[in-house]
């Protein structure tokens, strides 16, 4: 009669530990999405921070999102152009 309590006992502690285990598994998977996630996020802050920094002239403005978390930059473009020629004015020959 004891080793029925016994495997009943075993039986029992297997099934639990199984499902915790696997329920554990599930937050986890979720934990490590959430955490490339916000990996990637600081990934990209960081490029933003080393472009700043490298030209710090440049006329940037960041780009928000709509938490007002920066999401990107924006640098206004002009441009100059001077156009050269030779020749000589007059009727053509």
Same mark, same amino acid.
């Given at each position: 009669?004891?080793?029925? *309590?016994?495997?009943?006992?075993?039986?029992?502690?297997? @099934?639990?530990?199984?499902?915790? *285990?696997?329920?554990?598994?599930?937050?986890?998977?979720? !934990?490590?999405?959430?955490?490339?996630? !916000?990996? !990637?996020?600081?990934?990209?802050?960081?490029?933003?921070?080393? @472009?700043?920094?490298?030209?710090?002239?440049?006329? *940037?403005?960041?780009? *928000?999102?709509?938490?007002?978390?920066?999401?990107?930059?924006?640098?206004?473009?002009?441009?100059?152009?001077?156009?050269?020629?030779?020749?000589?004015?007059?009727?053509?020959?």
């Amino acid at each position: 009669m004891d080793f029925v *309590y016994f495997l009943t006992g075993v039986i029992i502690t297997v @099934v639990v530990s199984a499902f915790f *285990y696997i329920e554990a598994g599930k937050d986890l998977k979720e !934990e490590a999405a959430r955490l490339r996630e !916000e990996a !990637e996020k600081l990934r990209r802050l960081q490029q933003l921070a080393i @472009v700043v920094i490298t030209d710090p002239k440049a006329n *940037y403005r960041p780009i *928000y999102d709509a938490a007002r978390n920066i999401v990107g930059l924006n640098l206004p473009l002009a441009a100059n152009s001077i156009v050269m020629a030779k020749g000589k004015l007059g009727p053509p020959d």
